[in-house]
């Protein structure tokens, strides 16, 4: 008896032996089918390959603006010598990405599942669906975004990674400063955020450079400053609304108390001097 429980036993173990490597087979290729559904349902929910999705780019000359409606039905105004570059469509679940240089008051589609984000240079805002505006022009070495409606969270790259600057909700103006690399939150009037869009201009403490920087762009001139000392001389606070430039150089002129002058050419050249200075 003792043997033919033996034998029995010693059958049961080889059968579980020739079991064991098939059950392990099994339970490969049951690994390998799962590994390769996953890879294929990511595949399937990637953003199609760059070529498959032309991109498209709008450049405006100094004193245009443009509306641009994108394929999410975002609205777009940008501002004179900027330039906007975005996809033709964008991908239901993935980040509508743009890249803007200059200036621009967005209106962005609400799209949870979308993140709408705009590069600009280093900074990055980020969105789901509100109103806001960017001026980015390198030239100026002030980038700044301000929130009309929403909420947007702006970032800054350094060394590939994306560093949180600030939250900013309604009302709410970040300047980034890309020489130095210091930002600053302040608060400001909505209804100016985006009054460039109606040719309402407003300047606050901007120096004679940068005043005459902005009108270049919004009136499509060129000006020649022939004292450099003018630069810095003193901060203007102003606004322009529905003016020409010439209203616009006269006024600038009485708030320097007369020490500017100026004197505007037929090639949209305009000549700027100031007494006392070289």
């Given at each position: 008896e003792f043997e033919?429980?033996l034998?029995?036993?010693?059958?049961?173990?080889?059968?579980?032996s020739?079991?064991?490597?098939?059950l392990?087979?099994?339970a490969?290729i049951?690994?390998?089918?799962s590994a390769?559904?996953?890879?294929?349902?990511y595949?399937?929910?990637q953003?199609?390959?760059?070529?498959?999705?032309?991109?498209?780019?709008?450049t405006?000359?100094p004193?245009?603006?443009?509306?641009?409606?994108?394929?999410?039905?975002?609205?777009?105004?940008l501002?004179?010598?900027?330039?906007?570059?975005?996809?033709?469509?964008?991908?239901?679940?993935?980040?509508r990405?743009?890249?803007?240089?200059?200036?621009?008051?967005?209106?962005?589609?609400r799209?949870?599942?979308?993140?709408?984000?705009v590069?600009?240079?280093?900074?990055?805002?980020r969105?789901?669906?509100?109103s806001?505006?960017?001026?980015?022009?390198p030239?100026?070495?002030?980038?700044?975004?301000?929130?009309?409606?929403?909420k947007?969270?702006?970032?800054?790259?350094?060394?590939?990674?994306?560093?949180?600057?600030?939250l900013?909700?309604?009302?709410?103006?970040?300047?980034?400063?890309?020489?130095?690399?210091?930002y600053?939150?302040?608060?400001?009037k909505?209804?100016?955020?985006?009054?460039?869009?109606?040719n309402?201009?407003?300047?606050?403490?901007?120096?004679?450079?940068t005043?005459?920087?902005?009108?270049?762009?919004?009136?499509?001139?060129?000006?020649?400053?022939?004292?450099?000392?003018?630069a810095?001389?003193?901060?203007?606070?102003?606004?322009?609304?529905?003016?020409?430039i010439?209203?616009v150089?006269?006024?600038?002129?009485?708030?320097?108390?007369?020490?500017?002058h100026?004197k505007?050419?037929?090639?949209?050249?305009?000549?700027?001097?100031?007494?006392?200075?070289?």
């Amino acid at each position: 008896e003792f043997e033919e429980i033996l034998a029995k036993t010693e059958t049961g173990q080889q059968k579980k032996s020739k079991l064991f490597p098939v059950l392990q087979y099994a339970a490969s290729i049951v690994l390998i089918c799962s590994a390769a559904l996953g890879w294929y349902a990511y595949q399937r929910n990637q953003v199609k390959p760059a070529e498959d999705i032309e991109m498209l780019s709008r450049t405006t000359h100094p004193g245009e603006k443009v509306k641009l409606i994108l394929s999410d039905s975002t609205v777009v105004y940008l501002s004179g010598s900027s330039t906007l570059e975005w996809p033709s469509r964008f991908v239901k679940g993935r980040n509508r990405n743009i890249r803007l240089n200059g200036e621009g008051f967005f209106e962005v589609k609400r799209d949870t599942l979308s993140p709408f984000i705009v590069h600009s240079g280093k900074i990055q805002t980020r969105v789901l669906g509100t109103s806001f505006n960017i001026s980015a022009y390198p030239t100026d070495h002030i980038f700044s975004v301000a929130v009309r409606t929403g909420k947007v969270r702006v970032s800054e790259i350094k060394k590939g990674v994306l560093i949180k600057l600030s939250l900013l909700t309604r009302g709410m103006k970040l300047d980034y400063n890309i020489q130095n690399q210091r930002y600053l939150v302040s608060t400001v009037k909505v209804e100016e955020i985006n009054s460039w869009t109606a040719n309402r201009f407003i300047f606050k403490d901007a120096n004679l450079l940068t005043l005459l920087g902005k009108l270049e762009r919004y009136y499509n001139v060129r000006f020649e400053l022939k004292s450099p000392c003018l630069a810095n001389s003193r901060q203007f606070n102003a606004t322009f609304n529905q003016k020409s430039i010439k209203d616009v150089m006269e006024q600038v002129r009485m708030m320097s108390g007369g020490n500017i002058h100026y004197k505007i050419r037929t090639n949209s050249l305009i000549t700027v001097w100031g007494e006392g200075c070289k």
